[in-house]
């Protein structure tokens, strides 16, 4: 297929890029004020927003979205004006003529039912409350008028007037912080290039923060609930060695004022690269023995590198939305390969490949410019489709590439076709193949990764190896004599990993007792997470694992070793009855249970323990906290009726995930004429939206 050819098919397949924004695309909106009151208990926002804007070409109306405002007032260069309110714009009537300049001020309230989240205000604790935003996919349109097309970029300058026991950030710099004789305090925010409506963002909680700065002289902020200050450095380690990495291997200085990282309760994603102020969800707020198992790492390295794919520059439609996800995917495997090495890397790689080439067999698999593609093709497809990319033009060339692409492009919108130009003018070559094999095509070209992976990584082509073998059907002996060999032979954990999930059941009692017997934890972990009945002559190694500074570990073993011994359960319960593990309290979850569930043991206590068990589905713990909760009380004693009316609740969480979760379980335990009655009786003590989805389900 001929480069033009392919060129054509860009325009024919994927024609929005063409048409983005053909009315609105005569008004360029310069610049915007926005001044923002907020009452919490009636999730109301009062605001103004002052926009600047040049008329390239003569319209008699322009446009912003609004969703479900009211207007106070709207004036255009200092004048009232005519406008329309449609539930979703407002509409401005006017003739404007070209090459004129002007002003819109938009006098407003909201109450918006997305996008803004009021956070611990249905409980009874005490400064635990938060506001924040969430803009991509949601709309900043709910709480400003706003454009909801990212092809619009304005520089914000934000205002936020709120209670003063709070902290506030958004957007850009803090250029002042007023104390009102209300007892509230105005904040004031300085942006100075411009960005899309979606990345408006702004946080409001109890908060201190700590500050470190780039080698490049950018100031850092990084955000923590006070009783959290032991946590920061495990949250945020190699903050500052991944910024000073992204800002020399991108090749262009980070774009913004500043960078700020703010944890947040009950977030609906991992994170959002809101421009200079990502928000993050608080479940990766953590201490040294969680760093282990789950930590901070790749969602800080990804939302940082959006600050330059996505925020600096932004795909014009979602047809190109790998420019910003599979970069940012692709980035924070550098910075984690800077930091953890090469073996780390392409064992990450490789993970994602098999997954898509399960995806791509079953005939599933996704091109990367399909709009509608799953996070999976647009975050590790794309991610793929770089580390090839410059496998095959070279270092030099793709670094030139990204450079003048960010450069040529800055603070503007970007199609994949700009990227490829950049691209191929830096490395003189055609991009047919790419274009047809990455971009085009929905399969996934497996035998070039396994290429690659082989080439790169001592351990993967061992281990491909070592996979061949199978073939040729090596008896049982043999077969783990080869296993034995290489796993004593390499140095890599992932490898020695991968060989104990594949092949755990060949392993003698002799090796497993080598495999306890070493110090990685990882390699520790996976032997008992592949571990189904723990024999009598192996129990003393395993009880080994209950002291190991993992809380993944702690936790499969207590349970599974409860579970193969239960003369040894009250020691085991012992042993780790201080233990809370991750923030989701995983370890102090599943030994409640346990507790209440070992006959005699504290028996004075097993109230005590169902209680605080009990109590973890209220919706003052986390969501992550209270599914565990729901689910360990459902499949072993119950949920007591305030279970059931904080099921109901979870029922309407704005997190989609949480909120199916706890849908499902409804419509499960509804099928038990117990529950069903006890249901019934309580729909007096919900609130109305409950009250109507339960009698709904009845």
């Known amino acids: 297929m001929t480069r033009n050819l392919l060129l054509l098919l860009f325009f024919i397949v994927f024609p929005k890029a063409t048409l983005i924004a053909q009315i609105q695309g005569e008004v360029d909106f310069e610049s915007a004020k926005i001044s923002l009151e907020i009452a919490p208990v009636e999730k109301k926002i009062s605001g103004t927003v002052a926009y600047n804007f040049k008329v390239l070409n003569a319209v008699d109306s322009i446009f912003l979205d609004a969703k479900q405002m009211k207007f106070v007032s709207v004036h255009c260069n200092g004048k009232k004006i005519k406008y329309k309110n449609s539930?979703?714009?407002?509409?401005?009537?006017?003739?404007?003529?070209?090459?004129?300049?002007?002003?819109?001020?938009?006098?407003?309230?909201?109450?918006?039912?997305?996008?803004?989240?009021?956070?611990?205000?249905?409980d009874v604790v005490q400064g635990n409350e938060q506001i924040w935003t969430q803009g991509q996919g949601k709309y900043s349109s709910h709480w400003v008028p706003?454009?909801?097309?990212?092809?619009?970029?304005?520089?914000?300058?934000?205002?936020?007037?709120?209670?003063?026991?709070?902290?506030?950030?958004?957007?850009?710099?803090?250029?002042?912080s007023t104390p009102n004789n209300n007892q509230t305090t105005t904040w004031s925010f300085d942006m100075q290039k411009p960005m899309s409506s979606y990345l408006l963002a702004f946080a409001i909680g109890n908060?201190?923060?700590?500050?470190?700065?780039?080698?490049?002289?950018?100031?850092?902020?990084?955000y923590h609930y006070p009783q959290d200050s032991l946590k920061?450095?495990?949250?945020?380690?190699?903050?500052?060695?991944?910024?000073?990495?992204?800002?020399?291997?991108?090749?262009?200085?980070?774009?913004?004022?500043?960078?700020?990282?703010?944890?947040?309760?009950?977030?609906?994603?991992?994170?959002?690269?809101?421009?200079?102020?990502?928000?993050?969800?608080?479940?990766?707020?953590?201490?040294?023995?969680?760093?282990?198992?789950?930590?901070?790492?790749?969602?800080?390295?990804?939302?940082?590198?959006?600050?330059?794919?996505?925020?600096?520059?932004?795909?014009?439609?979602?047809?190109?939305?790998?420019?910003?996800?599979?970069?940012?995917?692709?980035?924070?495997?550098?910075?984690e390969k800077e930091i953890f090495?090469?073996?780390?890397?392409?064992?990450?790689?490789?993970?994602?490949?098999?997954?898509?080439?399960?995806?791509?067999?079953?005939?599933?698999?996704?091109?990367?410019?399909?709009?509608?593609?799953?996070?999976?093709?647009?975050?590790?497809?794309?991610?793929w489709a770089l580390v090839l990319l410059r496998n095959e033009i070279g270092e030099k060339a793709f670094k030139n590439g990204i450079k003048n692409y960010l450069e040529k492009y800055k603070f503007k919108n970007v199609t994949t076709q700009n990227f490829i130009f950049e691209m191929e003018q830096a490395s003189g070559m055609d991009f047919s193949n790419f274009t047809s094999e990455w971009l085009i095509s929905t399969r996934f070209p497996i035998s070039k990764v396994i290429s690659f992976l082989t080439i790169n990584a001592k351990s993967l082509a061992s281990y491909f190896e070592l996979k061949e073998t199978e073939q040729k059907k090596l008896d049982e002996h043999e077969q783990l004599k080869?296993?034995?060999?290489?796993?004593?032979?390499?140095?890599?954990?992932?490898?020695?990993?991968?060989?104990?999930?594949?092949?755990?059941?060949?392993?003698?009692?002799?090796?497993?007792?080598?495999i306890i017997a070493s110090k990685d934890l990882q390699i520790r972990q996976a032997l008992l997470l592949s571990t189904e009945q723990i024999s009598e002559n192996l129990r003393g190694a395993y009880e080994s694992l209950l002291s190991d500074k993992s809380y993944i570990t702690v936790e499969a073993a207590l349970f599974k070793l409860w579970a193969s011994f239960p003369e040894h359960q009250k020691k085991y319960l012992d042993n780790t009855q201080a233990v809370i593990g991750f923030p989701d309290k995983n370890v102090r979850l599943i030994w409640l249970t346990l507790a209440i569930a070992t006959p005699n043991y504290n028996g004075l206590k097993t109230k005590e323990y169902f209680d605080e068990l009990s109590a973890y589905t209220n919706s003052e713990f986390s969501i992550e906290t209270r599914q565990t909760a729901f689910s360990y009380l459902h499949q072993t004693l119950g949920l007591t009726d305030t279970n059931l009316k904080d099921l109901a609740k979870a029922a309407m969480h704005h997190s989609w995930q949480f909120r199916k979760f706890a849908r499902n379980l409804i419509e499960e335990i509804l099928k038990d004429t117990d529950y069903?009655?006890?249901?019934?009786?309580?729909?007096?003590t919900l609130n109305l939206e409950e009250q109507r989805y339960i009698k709904s389900k009845l």
């Open 146 to 176: 706003s454009f909801d097309d990212v092809n619009e970029k304005v520089e914000f300058d934000i205002t936020i007037t709120f209670d003063a026991r709070y902290h506030i950030i958004s957007n850009g710099k803090l250029i002042a």
């Open 482 to 514: 080869l296993i034995e060999d290489i796993y004593h032979e390499t140095r890599s954990t992932a490898l020695k990993r991968q060989l104990i999930l594949d092949y755990f059941p060949l392993f003698s009692e002799d090796f497993v007792l080598k």
């Open 207 to 222: 908060y201190t923060k700590d500050t470190i700065q780039s080698t490049s002289g950018i100031p850092i902020e990084l």
């Open 232 to 335: 920061v450095e495990p949250t945020y380690r190699f903050t500052k060695t991944m910024f000073d990495f992204l800002e020399t291997e991108i090749g262009v200085p980070y774009p913004w004022q500043n960078y700020k990282q703010i944890p947040v309760k009950d977030f609906l994603y991992a994170g959002m690269e809101n421009t200079t102020a990502t928000i993050f969800s608080d479940a990766f707020v953590i201490d040294s023995v969680a760093f282990t198992d789950k930590n901070y790492v790749n969602v800080n390295a990804h939302e940082l590198a959006h600050q330059w794919f996505g925020d600096m520059i932004t795909a014009v439609d979602g047809n190109h939305h790998w420019l910003q996800e599979g970069f940012a995917t692709y980035y924070a495997l550098l910075a």
């Open 341 to 383: 090495g090469d073996d780390y890397f392409y064992w990450k790689l490789y993970e994602t490949a098999e997954q898509l080439y399960v995806l791509s067999e079953e005939g599933k698999g996704e091109a990367l410019m399909n709009a509608k593609a799953s996070s999976l093709t647009f975050y590790q497809k794309g991610a």
């Open 676 to 684: 069903k009655n006890r249901f019934t009786a309580l729909i007096t």
């Open 87 to 122: 539930g979703e714009q407002i509409i401005i009537y006017k003739k404007f003529k070209k090459g004129s300049d002007h002003s819109l001020t938009i006098q407003y309230t909201a109450i918006p039912e997305q996008t803004v989240y009021f956070v611990g205000y249905d």
